[in-house]
């Protein structure tokens, strides 16, 4: 009996030594599902952060790209009233040369110049018959003009007319067979009516081929 009873505590301790190692098996797994679950935790921490840091992006970028449109509208408004601004203002620009022909004067008398080959007329405010540019409307004006004489002893110069009166003289001597050219511009508030034109002095020549040495040309800056 007594050594039935050895043999049956012993297989007892046996038992009981291998719930022990279970359980320490089973303490370790704990432990280790406890420490994913801390990391776990962690990472679902950091992925709360991100998503909320993606939220706040997501909203600055509605806010930025309702500032956007808000300008896009506003610039689209503005390029309609520029749009209809221009429709409605008068388009007036001319580009004129002398002649393919040579020589012009000299005369005895004062002249009109006729700048017959016209090349840009928008608003036909500039006559190829008389020369004449006429203001078709009450504006600031830019008018400028080329001049040219070519030859031995000789002077090239040009006046301009506003109506009657004389508003700039121009001219350069020529004594050495070679170009002498004349440039000048002015800028005029014009009355609607108000003529501009081109005169040659007394005397003066000038000398045009089809290089177009000589131009009278201008345009509406803006009307008032």
């Known amino acids: 009996m007594v050594f039935d009873q050895r043999v049956q505590l012993s297989v007892t301790q046996t038992q009981l030594q291998f719930y022990k190692d279970q359980l ?16 776990q935790a962690a990472d679902l921490v950091t992925l709360k952060a991100r998503l909320t840091a993606s939220e706040g992006e997501v909203k600055d970028l509605h ?23 221009n429709e409605g203002r008068p388009k007036v620009a001319f580009y004129t040369a002398l002649t393919d022909s040579g020589a012009v ?6 002249t009109s110049l006729v700048y017959r080959k016209v090349f840009t007329n928008i608003g036909n405010a500039y006559s190829p018959v008389t020369g004449v540019f006429t203001a078709p409307v009450r504006g600031v004006y830019y008018i400028r003009f080329t ?4 030859g031995p002893v000789a002077w090239a110069g040009v006046k ?3 109506n009657d ?13 070679h170009r002498k050219f004349v440039v000048n511009a002015v800028t005029l508030e014009l009355e609607q009516g108000d003529m501009i034109m081109m005169r040659l002095p007394s005397s003066y020549s000038l000398h ?9 040309s201008g345009f509406l800056l803006f009307p008032m």
């Open 24 to 39: 320490s098996v089973t303490q370790s797994h704990v432990e280790e599902m406890r420490r994913d679950n801390t990391v």
């Open 63 to 85: 806010t930025e790209n309702s500032a956007l449109e808000a300008r896009v509208s506003l610039s689209e408004r503005h390029v309609e009233e520029l749009k209809a601004e």
């Open 105 to 110: 004067g000299p005369f005895n008398t004062e």
């Open 147 to 150: 001049a040219n004489n070519y």
């Open 160 to 162: 301009m007319f506003k």
């Open 165 to 177: 009166l004389s508003i700039m003289s121009n001219e350069a001597y020529t004594s050495d067979g």
């Open 208 to 216: 045009d081929t089809g290089n177009n040495y000589n131009t009278f």
